[in-house]
């Protein structure tokens, strides 16, 4: 009883940042991703005679946290196949967790992927998102491929994502400038829960940000796309400042003026930003080169990763053990 699973992580276009319901984990408002071919989670599961649940994420051994969410979300599975075995659990991401990608997006996706296949419960990909989303809620939007959204819903079974454009389709580049390698003192879970008046404000407005970038997508407009997905970034971090949360770095408005002074100049980028210091940025494939030598010129230990849009989460035969 043993399968493995390799899902990208994605970087949103409409954020989600609030939830409407602690337990079930459901959002305050839709959101839309992009999946990043670059960067990927393998997890290995076996569900078998163990003594006890073990999890390795990146070489090292669990515990705490980290642990705990991951045995919730295996308890999930036990449930679901009605089965009480222990599991084993390796995974490794092909970048280090501090790179400030949202590693909890490709992980659990990896992991529900994993456990489904490993349990041979034959999920469909809708039920797969939906019990992503209970471990962690951007994951829910790592399992279909390429641009996707994540309904919100109202209850567990209408909370869940789908594919809006396969990858293939719309060639937009998310160029990461990774500004710092520190781990963030407060992490997007605990961060929402502070909540605040801006909260309300978000919502008189992102479901305007919401259709262009929906219809962006559909229509291959990439100006479109790009100016909403920053409009709604600094949404977003409006209301997190509110909360007194300030995730950017120096450097982070530098890359932001960057940007605008090469939009200004005809190279035509945007930026969007998650619960970090880390910058993306949109271009299209022949503004590529010009975006990276520019950033470089003025910061060259700035390490940037250029991704495509990534595929879906899928098994893979190779396993970790
Ligand atoms: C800023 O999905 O990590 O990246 O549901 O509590 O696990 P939990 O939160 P998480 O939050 C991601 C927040 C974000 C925006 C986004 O990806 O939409």
Redo the contacts with the bound molecule.
Sequence with gaps: MKATALAHP???F????G?LDQEL?L?LNN?I?MNLDSFYTKTTVEFNDFYEDYVMINKKISSGIEKSRVVEHLDRFRKLAGVDMKAKVISENNFPSSAGI?S??SG?AALTLACSSALKLNLDERTLSSIS?R?????C?SIPGGFVEWFMGSSDETSYAESIEEPENFIVLDIVAIVSRRKKDV???E??KIFNPYFYARLAEVHEHLCFVRNAIKEKNFTQLGKYAEKDCIS?HTVMMNSGLFYWEPETIKIIKLVSELRKEGTECYFTI??GPNVHILTLPENEEKIRNRIQKENEKIELITSKPGGKARIIDENLF
């Design positions: 994605n970087i949103a409409i954020k989600y940042w939830k984990n959002p959101s991703s949202a909890s997006s659990f989303r471990a962690s809620g951007s994951s939007r992490s997007s879970t961060g929402m977003m998650d619960a």
